[in-house]
């Protein structure tokens, strides 16, 4: 993590929603879970102030205010040393992070937040939840879940049959 | 692992240099909305309990989907469990999760990701011959009659490992190799040395693909080896003798014994591999029937020997093994907790754990780890009849540290670490053959059958000689066949050619599937026909 140079205020990043509403966080910070920041640093100078800023003007402030909360958390479990207790924190820390109050479109989102600063921890932990969500569901209950039309010809559902024949799809 | 395809990638021109700042934009999405009903909404699908919390029920159809990227579908996907039904009811949704489900690149970093292939069942004997039998639940348990041996059967299994099948065709003194996924089948003529008259052969198949990026699991076209040892030779009796057969070259290899056992040994139980060595546990025939007398005899004598086939160095050795358990003539090589072997040994309840120790030097020492009461671990309990019940360790998977024990005819699965078990069923037979079999079970190999059955061909090879022996061709046309259809010009054709519909009904006759590379119609247009 780049320590801030002495003198000088610590180094922000500023994630900015649609709205135009600003959410900070320090450079060292972001550094830990995104890695368009980590690849930013190679070239970006700072003049003034010391501010990098992020638009993701697509995305409502919810997701984005997640996104670093989401970072916030990664950044201080980094510092901590790794045991079975503190993976287990981890573990119930994602499930509150990702509990009852995210529907879907939340979900998507923070994924589409998350891609936007390569934060691939996050990618990786929406992606987790939507694996969750449609393992062990027949063919139909994920396009329910999912919102996906079924656009398989009748010839194609019946290779699909055909080539699992021996399974219950 | 992410290493196949290119990162996601994020939105361009998204940093910007300090002092930039975006005008405002008044419109918002609203979140938690409140749960509508929804009509198309099967009342099967239940709420969804992630990790402890619950997700709101699904948003009208339209209203919320899925980003529409291929990459981050492929990141989904790669995430959902490695069992039989997850990839084909996931390429059954619809045509785009049809072309990434099914793609052969996707489904290498799916069984890269995963590693470990699930157990789908296991093969033992029974009065109708070997059969499988499927440890999954619906809708992950495959039917006995996908893997069937058909005509093989009634042969003796050696085993199974990487998911092809060992088995000795005993008047005839053939090895056949089976792939229960692919059909694919290849016989061998065994080396004279294993004639009809040699008893305690054992044997293993295992995958030889030199790629260290390989994934067992999956090892359909990957080259293998056979390995037959027999300790209690016809020729001579005090010799053991081992060969192990390459399907690259065709050729049986004679290895060298190191050291001559001084007394007649005889195995117990499956091989094991670890390290690129192969391991067996044997006993003396005279302590194996001490052992087995009743009541069991008091053994003071070491008499637990190791064999071992070191498949790179291509030799043979017999070395000594720990002290034998008293009352016990069950016992398996196992993987230690450092990468070297240990030994199991069960004389019910207990089951003692020993462990090799090597100095710097090559001396190996057998050092007691720990001893287990197998009554605190079954779930449920055994009820033990009587002195001549069956206990015993059936096998044992190295990669996972699991075994699998028969207690008064049942089957449990024991993970010793986890101090973890489950009853998979009752032992139909009380001959010990007993083989879990483990494979990805990946979309695309269909029960399809080829309008030309062909009759399984068998290969005289020689052995040492430069003999003109070609590799296993019991199956050249599908082999051509599979080569074609692996451009992805002939994956219409291939898959155009199938003939529809899988057998119904069992089978006892022979059958053979004719398996081709599956490959999805295209990858590069999920909305073609």
Redesign the interface.
């Known amino acids: 993590m780049a320590a801030a140079p002495s003198g000088s205020r610590t180094r922000m990043v500023t994630l900015?929603s649609?709205?135009?509403r600003?959410f900070k966080m320090p450079e060292a910070v972001a550094l830990v879970s995104s890695?368009?920041?980590r690849e930013?640093l190679d070239y970006?100078?700072?003049?003034?102030?010391?501010?990098?800023?992020?638009?993701?003007?697509?995305i409502?402030?919810?997701p984005v205010s997640m996104l670093v909360n989401f970072c916030n958390h990664m950044a201080a479990a980094a510092t901590s040393a790794a045991s079975d207790d503190a993976a287990q924190r981890m573990?119930?820390w994602?499930?509150?992070f990702?509990?009852?109050?995210?529907?879907?479109?939340?979900?998507?989102?923070l994924?589409?937040a998350a891609?936007?600063?390569?934060a691939?921890g996050l990618?990786?932990l929406v992606?987790?939840?939507?694996?969750?969500?449609?393992?062990?569901?027949?063919?139909?209950?994920?396009?329910?879940?999912?919102?996906?039309?079924?656009?398989?010809?009748p010839?194609?559902?019946d290779?699909?049959r055909?080539?699992?024949?021996?399974?219950?799809? | 692992m992410?290493g196949y395809w290119p990162?996601?990638?994020?939105?361009p021109n998204?940093?910007?240099?300090?002092?930039?700042?975006?005008?405002?934009?008044?419109?918002?999405?609203v979140?938690?909305?409140k749960k509508k009903s929804?009509p198309?909404?099967?009342k099967?699908?239940e709420t969804?309990s992630?990790?402890?919390?619950?997700?709101?029920r699904?948003?009208?159809?339209?209203?919320?989907?899925?980003?529409d990227e291929d990459d981050?579908l492929r990141?989904?996907?790669?995430?959902?469990?490695p069992q039989?039904?997850?990839l084909?009811?996931?390429?059954?949704?619809?045509?785009r999760?049809?072309a990434v489900a099914t793609d052969p690149k996707f489904l290498e970093c799916f069984r890269s990701r995963h590693r470990e292939p699930p157990l789908l069942g296991y093969y033992e004997w029974t009065d109708e011959g070997i059969i499988f039998s499927s440890v999954l639940d619906?809708?992950?348990?495959?039917?006995p009659?996908?893997f069937g041996l058909g005509d093989n059967s009634r042969n003796g299994m050696l085993g199974c490992r990487h998911g092809r099948v060992l088995v000795r065709e005993f008047p005839r003194n053939k090895i056949w190799v089976l792939d229960p996924v692919t059909g694919e089948l290849c016989g061998l003529d065994a080396p004279r040395e294993f004639n009809p008259v040699a008893f305690f052969v054992k044997g293993a198949v295992l995958c030889a693909a030199a790629d260290r990026s390989h994934v067992h699991g999956s090892c359909h076209s990957s080259p293998f080896k056979v390995v037959l040892v027999c300790i209690y030779g016809y020729w001579d009796p005090s010799r053991p003798i081992a060969f192990v057969y390459s399907s690259e070259t065709g050729v049986w290899h004679n290895l060298p014994l190191a050291k001559a056992p001084s007394e007649q040994y005889h195995f117990a139980n499956s091989g094991v591999v670890v390290g690129n060595v192969l391991y067996w546990s044997s006993m003396s025939t005279i302590g194996h029937m001490l052992s087995c007398s009743t009541p069991p005899a008091v053994l003071d004598t070491a008499l637990v020997k190791i064999v071992e086939i070191d498949l790179d160095g291509q030799s043979l050795a017999v070395t000594k093994g720990p002290p034998s358990m008293k009352g016990s003539s069950s016992h398996q090589v196992i993987k230690a907790e450092d990468g070297d072997i240990g030994v199991a040994m069960l004389s019910y309840p207990n089951m003692e754990i020993w462990q090799r120790k090597v100095n710097c030097h090559g001396h190996a020492t057998w050092l007691w780890h720990k001893t287990v009461d197998m009554d605190t671990i079954l779930a449920p309990p055994p009820q033990i009849t009587g002195a001549r019940t069956s206990k015993e360790i059936l096998d044992y998977d190295e990669d996972n540290g699991v075994f699998f024990l028969c207690v008064d005819t049942y089957v449990y699965m024991v993970q010793l670490e986890a101090m973890q078990s489950r009853k998979l069923s009752e032992k139909l037979s009380y001959v010990q053959v007993f083989h879990p079999f483990k494979s990805f079970?990946t979309?695309?190999?269909?029960?399809?059958q080829s309008s030309a059955t062909a009759s399984p061909k068998s290969v005289s090879v020689h052995q040492d000689t430069a003999a003109a022996a070609a590799p296993c061709t019991a199956l050249a046309s599908t082999a051509a066949a599979a080569d074609s259809s692996r451009s992805s010009t002939a994956a219409a054709a291939a898959?155009s050619d199938?003939t529809?519909?899988?057998e119904s009904g069992p089978s006892r006759g022979w059958w053979m599937r004719w398996t081709c590379w599956?490959m999805p119609p295209s990858t590069t247009s999920p909305?073609d026909?």
């Open positions: 900015i649609k709205g135009g600003n890695r368009s920041c930013a970006i100078e700072y003049r003034g102030n010391n501010t990098m800023m992020i638009k993701l003007l697509d409502d402030p919810k573990r119930e994602e499930e509150r990702l509990g009852d109050d995210v529907d879907q479109a939340l979900l998507y989102d994924l589409s891609i936007s600063i390569q691939d990618i990786d992606c987790k939840r939507v694996a969750h969500m449609i393992k062990g569901k027949t063919p139909q209950e994920i396009r329910t879940i999912l919102g996906i039309q079924d656009d398989l010809t010839d194609q559902r290779e699909i055909t080539d699992n024949s021996w399974i219950d799809i | 992410r990162n996601i990638v994020p939105r998204n940093i910007t240099r300090p002092g930039t700042v975006s005008g405002p934009n008044t419109s918002s999405r979140y938690n909305q929804n198309i909404q099967s099967s699908v969804v992630a990790g402890g919390g619950e997700m709101a699904s948003l009208p159809a339209a209203v919320v989907s899925l980003p981050l990141e989904i996907l790669l995430r959902l469990p039989p039904s997850s084909p009811r996931a390429s059954a949704v619809c045509k999760w049809r619906p809708p992950d348990r495959i039917h009659q996908r079970y979309p695309g190999w269909s029960g399809r898959a199938s529809g519909a899988a599956w909305t026909n």
